[in-house]
C-alpha cells in the first residue's frame, strides 16, 4: 500500500463515481478501476461495493478511508517538521471560512501576514463545514460557529458578535441611531435562503422573541446581499465586523438593535492530534489577535 494507492481509494471515497474521481486525478478511469482493484488485491478485501451505476463503501473501505486519511496526514505533518528543520517561515497552510468572512473579513489580515512570511502558503478555502473539513485534514485550521466541545479538535473561543441591521444610505431609516427587533416586521429584507447558517441564527433570535420576517428575495451569497440592498431591493441582517468595511463609503448603513439581537459565536479549531507547523501557530497567534483588535 502507498500513498498513490491511497489517494486513489480516497478520491473514490470523496465522490462515489469512479468517472469522477478519475477526472479529478487526471488519469483515465480504467485505470483508476485497476488501481484501486490491485488495491482491494493487497488488502484481500472489497472496498466499494457497485450497484449498478451505485458505488458504496463496504466495511472494509469505511476503516481504510478513516485510517488512510491518518496516514496521509501523518506523511504529510513529517515532511512539515522536516522541513521546519531548515526554516520556520516556510510551509503552506490550509485554512476554512465561512464564506462572508472570506470575502470581507480576513483578506486584509491574509494581506499582512504574506507580507510578514511571503515564503508561506495561504490557501484560504469557503466552507460552511468548518469542524467537518478540519476532521476529514482537508483543511489544517478554521474558523466557524462555536460548536459542542469535541475531544477530537483544539477549540479557541474567538469571541462573539452582535447582528446589525444594513440599510441603503437613501433609505427612510438610514438617520436611525438604534432599532427594535419587531420593527423587522415590517421592513422588506434581503436575507440567505432558509438552512444558511446566517439566516438560521438570525431566524432563531427573531423566533424566540415572536418575529416573523418578510424577504422579499433571498439569495446564496453576501456579495449579492450588500448589492442588492445598495440598490435599495430591501434591508439585510449581517454580522457587525463584516459591515466595517461596506458600510458609509459604499452607500451603506449599519443599525444596531436596541435589544435582542442575533448573536454569532465563533471558535477557531484544528485537530488536536495534528503537527503543528511553526507557521500554522503564527497565523494561529494572528488570527486571535486579530479578533481582540476588532473587540476594542
Known amino acids: 500500500m502507498d500513498t498513490r494507492h491511497m489517494n486513489y481509494f480516497l478520491a473514490v471515497c470523496e465522490h462515489l463515481h469512479f468517472t469522477k474521481a478519475a477526472d479529478e ?18 488488502l484481500g478485501m472489497p472496498l466499494f461495493d457497485r450497484v449498478g451505476k451505485q458505488v458504496i463503501l463496504t466495511e472494509a473501505g469505511m476503516l481504510l478511508k478513516l485510517h488512510g486519511g491518518r496516514m496521509l496526514q501523518a506523511e504529510r505533518d513529517a515532511k ?17 471560512l465561512l464564506p462572508s468572512d472570506l470575502d470581507f ?32 485534514n ?23 458578535e452582535a447582528y446589525h441591521l444594513l440599510v441603503s444610505g437613501t433609505s427612510p431609516l438610514a438617520e436611525r441611531e438604534a432599532i427594535a427587533l419587531h420593527e ?8 440567505y435562503p ?15 422573541h415572536g418575529v416573523k420576517l418578510d424577504t422579499v428575495m433571498e439569495t446564496t451569497t453576501a456579495t449579492s446581499i450588500l448589492q442588492l440592498v445598495r440598490a435599495g431591493i430591501g434591508a439585510a441582517i449581517q454580522p457587525e465586523r463584516l459591515l466595517r468595511g461596506t458600510t458609509q463609503e459604499d452607500g451603506l448603513i449599519g ?8 448573536v454569532r459565536h465563533l471558535e477557531l479549531v484544528y485537530r488536536s492530534d495534528r503537527f503543528i507547523s511553526k507557521a500554522q501557530k503564527q497565523l494561529e497567534h494572528r488570527l486571535i489577535d486579530f479578533f481582540k483588535q476588532k473587540e476594542n
Request: with cysteine; aromatic share 6%.
Open 184 to 191: 423587522l416586521e415590517t421592513i422588506p429584507l434581503v436575507l
Open 25 to 42: 486525478l487526471g488519469i483515465s478511469q480504467p485505470t483508476l478501476s485497476q488501481q484501486i482493484q490491485v488495491l482491494e488485491g493487497e
Open 255 to 262: 443599525i444596531p438593535f436596541r435589544e435582542h439581537a442575533p
Open 138 to 160: 482537508k483543511v489544517d485550521i478554521g474558523i466557524g460557529l462555536q460548536s459542542m466541545p469535541d475531544s477530537r479538535l483544539v477549540q479557541i473561543p474567538l469571541g462573539s
Open 194 to 208: 432558509l438552512g444558511f447558517i446566517g439566516r438560521d441564527i438570525v431566524e432563531s433570535t427573531c423566533r424566540v
Open 80 to 96: 512539515n517538521a522536516i522541513t521546519e528543520l531548515f526554516s520556520g517561515e516556510r510551509g503552506t497552510i490550509r485554512i476554512g
Open 105 to 136: 473579513l480576513f483578506i486584509p489580515l491574509f494581506i499582512q501576514f504574506h507580507q510578514a512570511y511571503p515564503a508561506i502558503q495561504l490557501q484560504a478555502y469557503s466552507t460552511i463545514r468548518i469542524q467537518e473539513e478540519v476532521l476529514s
